[in-house]
């Protein structure tokens, strides 16, 4: 039985028939199918507006306890981007020419990617997500967070859905360690960098590499 001190609501659930649903689940599959992450950025603006309401749908993700922990940091400012390209260089330097195992850079070799991130400063928009181990309370207590990784991960791909709705293109870019992000971002020790989200319109002239995603039958079972 529900604890009486937390008030609950009825659902304002609308069915639709079956066949509905089968339309629009076809009709968003084969808009996502579209989905490409890009490297090769447009610097033409983007809407704040776009933004705001992209975060607000990963605002309404699942999570654990409905702690909700994650913050966002909507970077807008050249100055910012610039020190955020900096400081991701160098730790992707680093990477490609020393940490990196040779299996690892095999795996990365069909994307073409190096430790250049030109798209840092070009974007119109990064947006930083940061996973919250707790939350600070007024008094200064501490409120433990449970499941975060897996609900952060939850809000990050419904922003990422969101931004493609909107017709946007994202890079999903995880330079290791991203402790900078949250030196240059001013964010609290119990915040810690999850992923930085790339986002705006592709360039032109902008290439993707040939993938293919697994079929169906290989990542789905029924019984």
Not at 49 to 78: C, K, L, R, Y
Not at 98 to 109: I, N, T
Request: avoid cysteine; charge should be negative; aromatic fraction near 8%.
């Amino acid at each position: 039985m529900a604890d009486q001190r937390y008030p609950f609501e009825t659902l304002p659930y609308k069915p639709i028939t079956p066949a509905e649903m089968e339309e629009r689940s076809a009709e968003f599959l084969a808009l996502m199918k579209k989905r490409r992450t890009v490297r090769d950025f447009s610097s033409q603006a983007v809407s704040q507006q776009i933004i705001e309401n992209a975060i607000a749908v990963a605002g309404t993700a699942p999570s654990g306890a409905n702690m909700q922990p994650w913050h966002f940091v909507a970077v807008q400012d050249s100055a910012i981007k610039s020190q955020i390209r900096q400081a991701a260089e160098e730790e992707e330097r680093e990477l490609y020419t020393q940490r990196a195992s040779p299996e690892w850079l095999e795996a990365l070799a069909p994307l073409g990617t190096d430790e250049h991130k030109p798209f840092l400063e070009t974007a119109p928009w990064l947006i930083a997500v940061f996973s919250q181990k707790y939350t600070v309370e007024a008094d200064g207590s501490k409120r433990k967070h449970y499941y975060t990784p897996e609900s952060v991960g939850i809000a990050t791909g419904m922003l990422i859905t969101a931004l493609h709705q909107a017709g946007l293109v994202t890079l999903t870019h995880t330079p290791s360690p991203m402790n900078f992000l949250r030196d240059i971002l001013k964010r609290p020790s119990h915040e810690k960098p999850f992923l930085l989200l790339v986002a705006g319109y592709p360039a032109y002239t902008a290439k993707v590499p040939v993938i293919d995603k697994k079929p169906l039958d290989s990542i789905l079972d029924i019984v």
